[in-house]
């Protein structure tokens, strides 16, 4: 199963254990984590259910190339890391 | 009167409260966060999150209970035949947050421009989707700090909670009488100097900086406008430019006072292009007659090299009419005990100051 890994960013809020999860997408499964974790969905994600414009996303080592449909594959054994992009000051 | 203050600022929640005769930071929360509006009413405080990087947040704390997250604003789905909507679906930062009456209502005014209602003391927010889907809302433009317009004030009539005026930057005042179930653009007579001439006096184009009224007297209103000071003695139907505004006319907030429909008070600023107060002496300016005369208030404050702006939720007045606070984006932070005539500063450095609210009972 794929492999969901959090910023310890986040842990400032809210758990945001890494775990794997169900999914052939990116939004399948990141949405198998919000399943489990409702308050972390607006943390990554934003009204429309896009990625946030500050969060960034990679798939297997890649930036995740979809970033509003979340349609990116995902393989079994593959891992995806949800970080922030560095901005402000 | 009120002997507690929040201050929201860039980097923190500071509760600055009132002991034996000075002001002193009581608690700190959310420290590196900042903190874009903040309400307290009664015992509950309601703090507003923009996280950079994770959104908007909402956070509520009970008495000495801890702050727990409540839901935030969220924008419904963007229907396919938006597609000419120039502004995002998506909650930028929640800007403001109102009582809504007797009725224990909130109201919650945001970037991108949507307007919120809570119905259970801020756990939950719903859209007010007659504003939000107005043709009209599609003219709106931001200048406030982005590009996103934003609902800058939320006016709710102390007489009947169902007529509410809303100010934005930039799109003018905006008027419901049933609650918010219709709107309509007010705001005759304002003129917006730095829109194309054609556009300067169409009230749409008016960039609201900050309403206020006098609670006793609600259909007496004051505005802080981009381009000058007005005044509106009719719920803001008909506005009047205040020229005797010294030493500028340009800033941010307004506070009125809350019986005397005559009085209120402005942090002024060199407009426009030079956002800093102006000869670098922070001051504020207070009118008692109806903005015929203004006077400048300047005991206890930085005279020399002071280059503080105060935003337009940087400013609060209590209920007493008597104590003011205002904050400013350099951090510098004061308060008055007498209207304004003698102002103290707090022994701090804040960090740039968003917004002040007196805690109400």
Redesign the interface.
Known sequence: MPKVVFTRQLERFMAAPTVEVEGATLGEALGAVFAANPALRGYVLDDQGALRRHVAVFVNGRPAADRKGLSDPVGADEEIYVFQALSGG | MSDRLYVGTRKGLFEIARKRRAWDVADVHFIGDPVTAVLARGDAVLAALD?????A?LWRKDGNGPWR?VA?P?????PEDAGDDPH????GKVWNITPGGADGRLWAGTMPGGLFRSDDGGDTWSLVESLWRMPERLKWFGVAGGEQPGISTVLVDPRDSAKIRVGVSCAGVWATTDAGASWRNINKGMYNEYMPPEQRGDPITQDIHQLAHCAARPEVMWCQHHSAIYRSEDTGENWRELKAARPSGFGFAVAAHPSDPKTAWFVPATKDERRIPVDGKVVVSRTRDGGKSFEVLSRGLPQRHAYDLTHRHALAIDDSGERLAFGSTSGGFWTSEDAGEQWAALDARLPPVSVVRYGVA
């Open positions: 996280l950079g990087h994770f959104g947040k997250e935030v969220a924008f419904p789905p963007k995002p679906w998506t909650l």
